[in-house]
């Protein structure tokens, strides 16, 4: 593997919004009372209560598997997904009296009714227990399916200790998105009160144009988070190796990575260096609309 790096130091000051929630957007967890979707749970509680986002949303999704076979199960599922979703709101809002908790059921496959249960204002978050490594074409996690559905931005969280995190990466594809990606890894970073680091890969075999082009991402991804924060300690890397795999290694033991979505023809599909990013990370993941 070959790095360059180029850092910045700065101190950090405080934004007082959340950076991942648009304009009169909020927090939906989808929750099915899973161990991924507890770690979901404890993970946008969190955040609402540190990020002054006052509402948060239980989503609960009854598969459309349920209604083959009959409507009397469909109409059981729904009714105990219901009563679970009350539940742990009643059981989050004791805990924190000042967030508002609602619920919200769905019907239909669960990551289109998770992506059609808010706007694309809306911070959607799941869990995942997807954590091995796995380099293939693996179906059937749904935090893929709904990052290839959902219009907003959504976050992945890992089953895995979070604790003692810092440090908040972000992934960057070419000049033209490098600018809003950094920005808003910038104003996460400053809230954090941590470092942020940039990182772009490349082939090995790369030549001189794109070369050119790696060092212009990079170069606006700073200029842009030293505009959003002056004092921010900012590190960028070059990498020459498989972009999945540079994102990964950087970002095993930081907060929060930060991605953008692929620009790919078909509708509905990830790009491959994505699919494996979440496939296989062991950090919170969040992929911005």
């Known amino acids: 593997m070959t790095i360059q790096a180029d850092q910045h130091r700065y101190e950090a000051t405080a934004l007082p919004d959340d950076p991942l929630v648009g ?51 469909a109409d059981l599922a729904a009714e105990q997904a219901a009563r679970l979703l009350s539940r742990t709101a009643d059981r989050v809002s004791e805990k924190h009296p000042s ?16 992506a059609g249960a808010g706007s694309d204002e809306d911070l959607v978050v799941v ?11 693996v179906y059937g996690s749904r935090s893929l399916q709904l990052a290839a559905v959902a219009g907003g931005t959504i976050a992945v969280i890992p089953a895995v200790d979070l604790r003692l995190r810092e440090g908040v990466v972000v992934a960057l594809q070419e000049p033209e998105r ?27 075999e790369s030549g ?13 991804g700073r200029a842009a988070a030293s505009q ?34 692929s620009r790919r023809p078909e509708p509905n ?16 993941v969040v992929v911005v609309r």
């Open 127 to 137: 869990g995942s227990d997807k954590t091995g490594y796995a380099r293939g074409r």
């Open 99 to 114: 967030l508002l908790v609602d619920t919200r059921l769905a019907r239909g496959s669960v990551a289109v009714g998770l």
């Open 228 to 261: 959003e924060s002056p004092h921010l300690e900012v590190t960028s890397f070059l990498a020459h190796r498989r972009p999945a795999e540079a994102i990964l290694n950087l970002s095993r033991d930081k907060a929060l990575l930060l991605v953008g979505r």
């Open 23 to 73: 304009v009169g957007g909020q927090i939906l967890v989808g929750f099915d009372g899973s161990p991924a979707s507890e770690s979901a749970l404890t993970w946008a509680v969190a955040r609402a209560t540190t990020r002054g986002v006052r509402r948060i949303v239980l989503v609960g999704v009854v598969d459309d598997d349920s209604g083959a076979m009959g409507q009397d199960y």
């Open 269 to 284: 599909v990830l790009g491959g260096t994505l699919h494996e990013v979440l496939m296989n990370a062991n950090v919170p």
């Open 208 to 220: 001189p144009e794109r070369h050119a082009c790696a060092d212009l991402t990079l170069a606006a």
């Open 178 to 204: 490098a600018g809003e990606l950094a920005r808003m890894g910038a104003r996460e970073a400053v809230q954090r009160r941590s470092s942020l680091s940039l990182v772009h890969a490349i082939p090995l």
